[in-house]
Nanobody
Framework: VQLQASGGGLVQSGGSLRLSCATSARAFSSMFVGWFRQAPGKEREFVSA????????YYADSVKGRFTISRDNAKNSVDLRMINLKPEDTAVYYC?????????????????WGQGTQVTVSS
């Protein structure tokens, strides 16, 4: 399973971006998908996740109310819409996936990873 993350960029504080995670894997609809991020000098941290059907979404406290995750199984893609971005959101963002119906915030629980996309928020 190969994941392709895109949509990162440079925005000012308060701005918005939409990240996308796409795959050609036919089994995508059987995969729990998450977004993680890693800032320089920091550990990778959970950002958001979405279940197989797209009916349950999970968010880190730091992004609740600002980020929205969604998926389109017909297009094999998961989006992460980010609004009201803050400088502390600056990081490389990774999408990840696992064959499971269970929610997890642990990066070690995800078997497949995209290459990462840089998000930089200037103050």
């Amino acid at each position: 399973v190969q994941l392709q993350a895109s949509g990162g960029g440079l925005v000012q504080s308060g701005g918005s971006l939409r990240l996308s995670c796409a795959t050609s894997a036919r089994a995508f609809s059987s995969m729990f998908v998450g977004w993680f991020r890693q800032a320089p000098g920091k550990e990778r941290e959970f950002v958001s996740a979405i279940d197989l059907s797209g009916s349950s979404m999970y968010y880190a406290d730091s992004v609740k109310g600002r980020f929205t995750i969604s998926r389109d199984n017909a297009k094999n893609s998961v989006d992460l819409r980010m609004i009201n971005l803050k400088p502390e959101d600056t990081a490389v963002y990774y999408c990840a996936a696992r064959f499971s119906t269970y929610y997890s915030v642990r990066s070690s629980s995800y078997n497949y990873w995209g290459q990462g996309t840089q998000v930089t928020v200037s103050s």
